[in-house]
């Protein structure tokens, strides 16, 4: 892939349960890269769970906080960076990784976002009456930020290791000749 940009890092964003922390995880062991997760940032830093945020100050706090992280990893190289599933709605957010980092978007099916997720409590935007209807709502109005990935994977219809098999090529490809 030619993007003809300086890539150093690479990022994943995606909608919650589509496996940014586990793809990210193995691939990042493959190429090398340094694993972080700007949720697990956030709460490392703030010694608190977004849950905890959300309930206490608000999401927009929750935003701001994900805004100071991105500004900062720009700084930094040999990244493998996975987002929370709404930072890229900030096109800010998503112009900035783009500066530094091959930017893919793991996507899934709300069907199959739902039968990861379903069983989990600990995302507060999934604590809705319908959490389904939520699901396709937010997945529908975050679909064209997520569409202006770099590159798209499909995870509906691949194992864990080959997603990450397909993320590891195409940071490989974007980034040949180039180091
Ligand atoms: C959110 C996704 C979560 C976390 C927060 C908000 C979102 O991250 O950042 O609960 O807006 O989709 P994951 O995508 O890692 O679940």
Redesign the pocket.
Known sequence: MQTGRHIVNLALI?????G??SVGKLVAEQLHLEFL???ELIQSRTGRT?ADI?AKEGEPM?RAL?RQLVDELSHRTKLLI??????PTNLENLAKLKSHALVICLWSSPEKIWER?GHQSH???LHDANPQKKIRD?LAAREPFYKQADVLVNTDIRSLREVAQQVALQFKLATRDKK
Do not use: A, H, N, Q
């Not at 995606?14 to 589509?18: D, P, Y």
């Not at 996975?82 to 930072?87: H, I, N, Q, V, Y």
């Open positions: 995606g909608f919650m349960g589509t940014k922390t997760d700007t949720d977004i959300f929750f994900e996975s987002t929370g599933g709404g930072l997720v995302r507060p935007l937010l």
